[in-house]
């Protein structure tokens, strides 16, 4: 070969450079996929994590219950021809096998009626010898249940002015625990199991295991696992072989509220690992057929650098440029006509790459907007009304949670299946983003488009059993329908994902159409976050109190601090809009600051009248709570007001406190620390327990309007706060009720124990002035016991 030729010299160049751009290309490629184990790896650890923590919550819930038990009257009598009458009725079907009491000698009575002597057994060491409050056994064989199921006891002390005069026990069998670990879901060949300390088996997906193994029947070597079962290691993961030799990755979470148990998820790490292989092995495999591909391109390619060449070129930069619809001429009798076939095929797999969706193999957004003009211009010539729809699943990061991200990638896939047989053939549909659909519909008519949405609303609105989890599907359809031909499709797309954005604000699980009202509430929403913007500094805002009063003193003892806003265009905002929007803008931050500050300010005005006892209570936004700089934040405006942090209350929503647990935790316990009082606003309304609650540095919880407005109305309502109140009590934490208007009301939480109560019936947020004024009010105490 002749290097020096044309042919030559381009051939040589053209393989140098294409193997360098390939051997670079698998080099940062297999880069990345060496992240994707370790991403594995955590995921799976999440999931132990999560699981663990499920567990650790029944056990705390079965030590809380027992605890009650143990605290009531009937039990600290200790009176055993009382309490038969009164424990048997305490057992819950499905949830205990029996309970038992026990006085200081061991000398008890189950509620199954046998006298039992417990004093050989753990309980009684660690609870009447020991001095433990509560106890959780390990799984054993009772001599009084049935000799082949295993039991689990729950144990606290019975005390009675500070003597120990007993224990009470709840009975539960270890088929619990074995459910929770059969339920665990991990592939083809993962399981889980409940170790101890020692390594011996508590549970195991594997019902033929059977009772009290170790775990060095299953895992060769255990000695190198033992810091698995040290409950202070928390979680992580080990990687080992089995008794067969294959190599398995074990994740592994203790469990704070249990006698030293470690849940355990074991996973062949080569169905861990699958997926990583799989994409190693194809990408390799296509670099390899592309550098084939392109090596026999360059051969032809190089023979001719006439015209067909410079067309070739030209093709070359369109397709540089992103235009992936151009068409190389195979029609040429030589080497660049096999080089045009060759580029139009990888075009092909290029296309299919960037037009379609990987997980459902629907078009994505690219692809369904690229056809989108020509679809909608072809089905107007024909119909006199077209129609963009946006369909998104609501609450999809709860069925993620829930069953992962295979559980979710499968919610969407049926979902597509279901939307591809409801769309018609002139139709279009994508993928939008995430867990958000597009389609593009016909009509003869509005009637018959909004009888399409209505139909396709009921059909997503489905039921799905996903991993043997049941899920009912809820979605949110955003609608723009035009008849006009001049509009472009790209502001109907807009329109839609503004119907459904609209959808979701009012709740979701439902559709909405675009029309001007909507786009004059966004503009007229702008013009107030463009206002809002500069409302601090034209010192627009202000704010207002509500007097709190306790209701053993019938005495005000704080305010509630409230923001209003005094613009010329803007007083007809409400105050939950006006939160709304800036949360919603990011100016929620700087605001709050604000209202904080002018909170302690005042706070401390009338401290020095003389009103030293009062606190302020400050509501304080999940966005503005969630800041890194919040504690720090709230130190310097007390440090910069001299203001004692025992006056200052800050009050987080329920549903606030119960996002990002372990952050929240971790911050209210910084506040608690500095002296600052900490309340749950809105309690009630979400969908969390007040046992859960005893983890939290609170010190009062707010029971919402609502309840109390329907003391009268609703005997749920009744109950409910009856309930909190109650439980609070046993918890040390004051309750304060909201929205209270009639004496009636007073009366019934007065009965119940309520500690404190605000609303219009002592007085609606005022200015400070008002405010001195109740102060001075010598009646307010005759108004509320009238």
Known sequence: MNIKSIRSQMLIYFIVALLALFGFLIYVVDKELQK??????????????????????????????????????????????????????????????????????????????????????????KIIVE???????????????????????ISHEVKRNEEIVGLVNIVISNEFLNKVVQ???????????????????????????GFNRHISEFIPNNHTYTEAFNPGNGLGWLQHNNVQGKEIVTFYKSMDSSPGWTLLLSINNEELLKEVSNARVSIILFFILGIVLMSIFAFYYTTTISKPILHLKKVFEKAETGNLNVVADETVKNEVGAAAKSFNKMLTQLRKLTYRDSLTNLHNLNGFLLELPDRAKQLKKKYSNIAIVVVSLDDFKRINSISGYTGGNLVLLKLAKLLSEFVKEEEGLGRYFGDEFILLLKGDSLEKIEERIQLLWDKCSTEMTINDTEYRLRVSIGVAIT?????????????????????????????????QNIDRAIKIEQKVENALFHAIEKNE???????????????????EALIRWDHDYFKQITPLKLIEIAEQSGLIVDIGKWVLREALKQNKKWHDLGYSSMFVSVN???????????????????????????????EVTETNAMTMVDEKLAKMSKLKEMGIRIAIDDFGTGYSSLAYFTRFPIN??????????????????????TTIINMAKTINIATTAEGVETFDQVKFLEEQGCDKIQGFLISRPVNPEDIEELFKNKELSKRIEA
């Open 131 to 153: 001095g433990n409050p509560s106890w959780i056994s390990q799984p054993f064989i009772s001599p009084y249940a049935d000799t082949d199921i295993p039991i689990i006891i």
């Open 541 to 559: 805002l202000y704010l207002v109190f509500q007097p709190i009063v306790d209701l053993k003193t019938n005495t005000i003892i704080g305010t």
């Open 36 to 125: 994707l184990p370790e991403h594995m790896m955590l995921q799976y650890q999440e999931i132990a994590n999560a699981r663990a923590d499920e567990i650790d919550k029944e056990l705390h819930s079965f030590i809380q219950e027992v605890k009650m038990v143990s605290q009531s009257p009937v039990v600290q009598s200790m009176d055993l021809d009382v309490i038969k009458d009164y424990l048997p009725k305490l057992v819950l079907d499905g949830q205990h096998r029996n309970m038992t009491i026990a006085k200081t000698d061991g000398e008890g009575w189950t509620t199954l009626g046998n006298s039992i002597d417990i004093s050989d057994q753990e309980q009684f060491q």
């Open 483 to 515: 008849d006009n031909p001049l509009i472009k499709v790209e502001d109907i797309v807009n329109e839609a994902n503004i119907a459904k954005v609209q959808a979701k604000k009012q709740g979701g699980n439902r559709y909405q159409f675009f029309d």
């Open 620 to 650: 304080i936004s999940a966005i503005q709570f969630d800041q890194p700089n919040f504690v720090s934040m709230v130190k310097s405006i007390l440090e910069e007001t001299s203001m004692s942090p025992e006056f200052l209350e800050l």
């Open 183 to 209: 339920n665990i879901n991990l592939g083809n060949t993962g399981l889980a199991w409940i170790v101890d300390r020692e390594g011996n088996i508590v549970a195991h997906a594997d019902s033929s295991v």
């Open 700 to 721: 009062t919880l707010k029971i919402d309007r609502s309840f109390v407005n329907e003391i009268y109305h609703d005997e749920n309502a009744k109950t409910i706060i």
